[in-house]
């Protein structure tokens, strides 16, 4: 049996370049890609899902080191990081929102190192993203991504076309939510907030002597605390409708049902 160069390089282009969006998707997306998550535990996660969906692939005949090749090769990238990347907006989201509520009730200067990215974030907006990960998992989330993941490649098929412009566009205006799913997030906590620091506003019109600044913060963190705690199942609503938008983003751009 002999087998010439160009039909071996279509062989390994038939597990290379699904491993490559898989693997990019992974890199990207919350949870996979974070730092806590050894690279060698992704690596093998997205080559155990590329042997799963190996089956339902057919092999595009590409050579892997051909400009069509090469071609390939970035959009399978480009596919894997614009699906992680879209729902990786979902979480930084949290933790915007988590950001207004502590600049209203005076909690702006706590910082923790976030243990997910390595970099300083939020005390409340790692609260947020917390529950936001668990309800991520109780919703069965990360398994949807990887059935979006795994449909991409009947919708998306493996080849030098992939994304367009349009897609393209899709993803780049999807990152406005980053703002307005903050605010839809954060909105109710930061109005309640608000008619606090309005109350204390006309406290100190009526009572000039007293010393806001002493009282003001101690009070508005209590009262903050509490409507933190009233104001989760409003949080989590809010996060849940965001996460049926994305995943609903997600399919519109890989063009799947």
Known sequence: MRVSVAELSQWIGLVFWPFLRIGACLMVAPMFGANTV????????????????????????????????????VQQLLIGVALGFTLQVLFDALTLAGQLVANSMGLGFAFNI????????????????????????????????????????????????????????????WGTELFTGSLRIALPAVTALLVVNLAFGVTSRAAP?????????????????????????????????????????????????
Do not use: C, K
């Open 209 to 257: 002597a007293l010393n806001l600044f002493a009282v003001g913060l101690p009070v508005t963190l209590v009262f903050g605390l509490v409507i933190v705690l009233i104001g989760l199942p409003a949080m989590q609503g809010a996060f849940t409708s965001l996460l049926a938008d994305t995943f609903n983003t997600l399919t519109a751009i890989v063009g799947g049902g």
């Open 114 to 173: 976030d243990p997910l990215r390595g970099v300083s974030s939020p005390v409340l907006g790692q609260l947020y993203l917390i529950l936001g990960t668990l309800t991520f998992l109780a919703l069965d989330g990360h398994l949807a991504l990887l059935e979006v993941l795994t449909r991409s490649f009947s919708s998306l098929p493996v080849g030098p076309e992939g994304l367009d412009l349009d897609h393209l566009r899709a993803i780049s205006l």
């Open 38 to 73: 050894p690279r060698r535990m992704r690596i093998l996660l997205a080559l155990a899902v590329t042997v799963a969906v190996l089956p339902q692939l057919s092999n595009p005949g590409i050579e892997l080191l051909s400009p069509a090749g090469l071609a390939t090769t």
